[in-house]
């Protein structure tokens, strides 16, 4: 059950933390003072829904048929290893996260954060797809989905939190390209394992 959750939390962390839309909107809100852990509990609230649909939904089929079983595996083993090569590129031309200003309401940074979130195709991949293949894999799926969960729930408060210290950080791209090489290690290890567990 451990491994499971650590494995999930591994993962959902190495998709979730990357330099884009969502995480500078939830650092500015953070920064602002404004609706930031509003924010945040949006976030966590949508993946958490997706990781449970994708757990849910795919561990049925995969339990059905050893050919869904096959390509679950490979399929996510190729992904992860694709997003562990983005990383290193990634690493190797290093960004900053930019952060725009400017006040809202509540509402409308909650309706802000839904698009953000629920507009990307990649979160859809990610989430429901990638951690549901994955999970629905594991001998204790829902340990998966819950490490997963606890990933968004540990970087998306923790960017609220210490916004004040981590702006200036993230404004570094040595940091990023730090985090960037850590992410690639991680998914690496984790596609490895997937590529050579037992059937």
Do not use: K
């Amino acid at each position: 059950m451990a491994l499971s959750s650590l494995q999930g939390f591994g993962v959902g962390l190495g998709l979730i933390v990357a330099i884009g839309a969502q995480n500078a909107f939830v650092l500015r809100e953070g920064l602002r003072g404004e609706h930031g852990w509003r924010v945040a509990s949006v976030c966590v609230v949508c993946d958490a829904a997706l990781i449970v649909a994708g757990v849910g939904g795919l561990a049925p089929l995969l339990q059905s048929s050893s050919l869904a079983v096959e390509l679950a595996r490979w399929g996510g083993a190729a992904w992860l290893l694709w997003q562990a090569a983005s990383a290193l590129r990634r690493a190797r031309q290093p960004s900053v996260l930019a952060i725009q200003t400017g006040a809202r309401s509540a509402g409308r940074a909650v309706a802000a954060t839904l698009a953000i979130t629920l507009l990307n195709p990649h979160v859809y991949l990610d989430t429901v797809v990638m951690l549901g293949a994955i999970g629905a894999q594991q001998t204790r799926p829902w340990a998966f989905a819950a490490g997963a969960v606890a990933a968004s729930v540990c970087w998306f408060y923790t960017l609220v939190a210490a916004a004040g210290w981590l702006a200036p950080r993230l404004r570094d791209p040595r940091w990023w390209q730090g985090i960037d090489l850590l992410v690639a290690v991680v998914l690496t290890l984790v596609a490895l394992r997937l590529i050579l567990m037992p059937l």
